[in-house]
């Protein structure tokens, strides 16, 4: 057992995303208005599923935590990152790059589990719409999206406990622009094999199987559609679904190719740029996505009824 007495680094330097100043200059630019994108998105997402009567329903309830998780997600990775494009210092304490591995690590476990989520509510509404009412009962509803918040920040406590006990002696520069578990586990001064296998296998049980199960629900969705006498129906039928399978195909693309890869030791630009997408890009499209895509949202947007 590794004890905090021998840890000798206090604070990581990130690398980065770029050395080069006018760069970064033109990245904070860039992120900056993403990020500020992504706050009034999902801001306005949560204010119309609030206060908007006709969008008191299970999916909007599942979209509602998705966009306050998304809210949460980007606010512990982007404004550190903003800070850092503008800075010479681009350090983090010891105890702020756990929390933020914390921090991320467990909303991105509970956003798979909500996209699960979502995917049988939508399983319902297309299969068996005339027992929608009594399968998505509010209670039900509740204990989906309280079960994937615990979910997430299962997932997130077994990463960082593990990633604790190890010594981290130095060097202390992380090649990445947060503290991702990958990154940090470069610069343990111990063999990480343990921790490699835990996060191939929490993946599978946080990535792999509810990407498995949303795969299976909707093999059902698209075999119920078919069967859709009208053409009407069918393209409303796909309408109520593609903005959910958009935002699963953007999310779940880079988080297995970030995770599911158990020999992998060394973190590349490719993956800087994966989880770039995950945590800056993908908070940000979601409302659009949404938005775009659902007639309820326009109509609530427009204050139509």
């Known amino acids: 057992m590794i004890v ?7 604070e990581f330097i990130f690398m980065g995303l770029t050395s080069s100043q006018d ?7 860039i992120f900056l208005i993403c990020y500020l994108a992504s706050l009034i998105g999902n801001i306005l997402i949560i ?5 908007n009567p006709h969008l008191h329903t299970p999916m909007y309830l599942f979209l509602s935590n998705l966009s306050f998780l998304d809210i949460w997600f980007t606010s512990s990775i982007v404004p550190k990152m903003l800070i850092n494009f503008l800075s010479v210092n ?3 304490s010891f105890n702020g790059c756990f929390t933020q591995l914390f921090i991320s690590l467990g909303l991105g476990g509970t956003e798979c589990y909500l996209l699960l989520a979502m995917a049988y509510d939508r399983y319902v509404a297309i299969c068996s719409p005339l027992h929608y009412i009594t399968m998505m009962n509010p209670v039900l509803c509740i204990k989906m999206a309280i079960g994937s918040w615990i979910g997430g920040l299962v997932n997130a406590l077994i990463h960082t406990v593990f990633a604790l006990e190890l010594p981290f002696c130095g060097p202390n520069i992380i090649n990445h622009f947060l503290c991702e578990v990958p990154a940090v586990l470069e610069l343990a001064c111990t063999d990480v094999s343990l921790n490699k296998t835990v996060i191939f296998f929490c993946a599978i049980f946080v990535v792999m199987l509810p990407g498995f199960l949303i795969l299976i629900t909707y093999g059902y969705i698209i075999s119920s559609i078919l069967n859709i006498s009208t053409s009407v129906g069918r393209k409303k039928a796909f309408s109520t679904c593609a903005s959910h399978i958009t935002v699963v195909t953007l999310f779940y693309g880079t988080i297995i190719f970030m995770y599911m890869r158990p020999g992998h030791s060394h973190v590349t630009n490719q993956e800087k740029m994966a989880t770039l997408f995950y945590t800056v890009v993908t908070p940000m499209l979601n409302p659009f996505i949404y938005t775009l895509r659902n007639q309820d949202v326009k109509a609530a947007l427009l204050g139509r009824k």
Request: proline share 0%; no cysteine; glycine share 4%.
């Open 47 to 51: 204010l119309l599923s609030w206060i």
């Open 23 to 29: 760069i970064q200059i033109i990245l904070f630019v």
């Open 90 to 92: 681009k350090g983090i």
């Open 4 to 10: 905090w007495n021998y840890t000798r680094v206090h």
